[in-house]
T-cell receptor
Framework: KNQVEQSPQSLIILEGKNCTLQ??????????LRWYKQDTGRGPVSLTI?????NTKSNGRYTATLDADTKQSSLHITASQLSDSASYIC??????????????FGKGTKLSVIP | GAGVSQSPSNKVTEKGKDVELRCDPI?????LYWYRQSLGQGLEFLIY????????KSGLPSDRFSAERTGGSVSTLTIQRTQQEDSAVYLC?????????????FGPGTRLLVL
């Protein structure tokens, strides 16, 4: 069954600290994995996208890693800011033939950055 | 069963004209999303419908963009006074939440070219 599991479910950290969010998946065949940031009441905004051959990718203070062998990804946030408070969603894409595909969303990690 | 269908599959229009893009979601899916994907870019969230709730329009890039979902099923994305930068693939997805896990099913998209 195609699943995406994220941990922790929620996280509270002090401003300026680093944190790492985890994503494990069983989606197959794997196409790519994307991390989204979603502010409350807003649509998701893509942070990074990683394909099978990529191990790490950075976007400012966000660094994503991917281990396609163990089917694990992480999102590391450096020097957190109050504006980082949001839900972080891991999304895995699989092709389902004839040009169509599916995205399986994790339930997200709710991050709260406090002063 | 039938997946998400979109029409037209391709649309070429002149700058300044209005266009309507149609999405037929999977029957029974309560959530419907519109995304845009420009050449070489990731998915850009546009608008999200969930049941009878007010749609999340936070991703619409300008007031030239609007969308409706009639009867909780078919959706139409309208772009008024099209500009060349509107050229992209417009993707529609409907989703099903099962045991807390959301899976989005994407249609093949409408490729829009504004001349």
């Amino acid at each position: 069954k195609n699943q995406v599991e994220q941990s922790p479910q929620s996280l509270i950290i002090l401003e300026g600290k680093n944190c790492t969010l985890q994503c494990n998946y069983t989606v197959s065949p794997f196409s790519n994995l994307r991390w989204y940031k979603q502010d409350t009441g807003r649509g998701p905004v893509s942070l990074t996208i990683m394909t099978f051959s990529e191990n790490t990718k950075s976007n400012g203070r966000y660094t994503a890693t991917l281990d396609a062998d163990t089917k694990q990804s992480s999102l590391h946030i450096t020097a957190s800011q109050l504006s980082d408070s949001a839900s972080y969603i891991c999304v895995v894409k699989r092709h389902s033939g004839a040009g169509s595909y599916q995205l399986t969303f994790g339930k997200g990690t709710k991050l709260s950055v406090i002063p | 069963g039938a997946g998400v269908s979109q029409s037209p599959s391709n649309k070429v229009t002149e700058k300044g004209k209005d266009v309507e893009l149609r999405c037929d979601p999977i029957s029974g899916h309560t959530a419907l999303y519109w995304y845009r994907q420009s050449l070489g870019q990731g998915l850009e969230f546009l608008i999200y419908f969930q049941g009878n709730s007010a749609p999340d329009k936070s991703g619409l890039p300008s007031d030239r963009f609007s969308a409706e979902r009639t009867g909780g099923s078919v959706s139409t994305l309208t772009i008024q006074r099209t500009q060349q930068e509107d050229s992209a693939v417009y993707l529609c997805a409907s989703s099903l939440v099962w045991q807390g896990q959301e899976t989005q099913y994407f249609g093949p998209g409408t490729r829009l070219l504004v001349l």
